[in-house]
């Protein structure tokens, strides 16, 4: 079944720096892939997403890029502020025939945002 | 006005009991999902259903259970309660075909003692 790698674990960068957080997946088939934040307490939540048939997609200060062939996907968040720390996951979507679809969810990323 | 909500928030039982968490969804989704957050924040899909099938991880134990009533409700029943069912469950929705909109409840956090 799909596997979802993601790299680092842990990011610790200055406020105004960029962050970068890498995934990975197995499955050639997946072809939806979101990010989400959660922050302390609180369910995750959709920030961005992107389709297999785009490679690069920005919204603001928060991008993801995709390259289908290496099977490997991106969050980039730049200028980043101290309310951007929590934990980041990524996921990638299987298909079980139907239409019916789950998340396979990375093990996520704690951002932290030293001011 | 919650799109997804679960209740109860903070669950804390004995080993052995049976327990029961509930969701609902507002949103008009007709997939809904269960998941589990271990200590380590890594969630794990337990459950997805919708009104034509269940499908279930075939790693989570048959002690847990998914019950849906209705497609704006999908409840998780948890028999015999064991210390490492201590974990944070979260609900979430979606409606088939587009992924996309799949919202998470804010989750329960069970305490097995």
């Known amino acids: 079944g799909e596997n979802v790698e993601q790299h680092p674990s842990t990011l610790s960068v200055q406020e105004g720096d960029s962050a970068v957080i890498k995934c990975t997946y197995s499955?050639?088939?997946?072809?939806?892939f979101p990010w989400y934040k959660q922050e302390l307490g609180k369910g995750p939540q959709l920030i961005i997403d992107i389709r297999s048939n785009v490679g690069e997609k920005k919204d603001q200060r928060i991008a993801v890029t995709l390259n289908k062939t290496a099977k490997h996907f991106s969050l980039h968040i730049t200028e980043t502020q101290p309310e951007d720390s929590a934990v980041y996951f990524c996921a990638a979507l299987v298909n079980y025939g139907g239409s019916q679809g789950n998340l396979i969810f990375g093990k996520g990323t704690k951002l932290s945002v030293k001011p | 006005d919650t799109a997804v909500s679960q209740t109860p928030k903070y669950l804390v039982t004995q080993m052995g009991n049976d327990k029961s968490i509930k969701c609902e969804q507002n949103l008009g989704h007709d997939t809904m999902y269960w998941y589990k957050q271990d200590s380590k924040k890594f969630l794990k899909i337990m459950f997805s259903?919708?009104?034509?099938?269940?499908?279930i991880n075939e790693t989570v134990p048959n002690r847990f259970s998914p019950k849906s009533p209705d497609k704006a409700h999908l409840n998780l029943h948890i028999n015999s309660l064991e210390l490492g069912d201590s974990a944070v469950y979260f609900c979430?929705?979606?409606?088939?075909?587009?992924?996309?909109?799949?919202?998470f409840g804010s989750g329960t956090r069970l305490t097995v003692v």
């Open positions: 259903y919708n009104n034509k099938e269940l499908i």
């Open positions: 499955d050639s088939a997946s072809n939806y």
């Open positions: 979430a929705s979606s409606r088939v075909g587009t992924v996309w909109g799949y919202t």
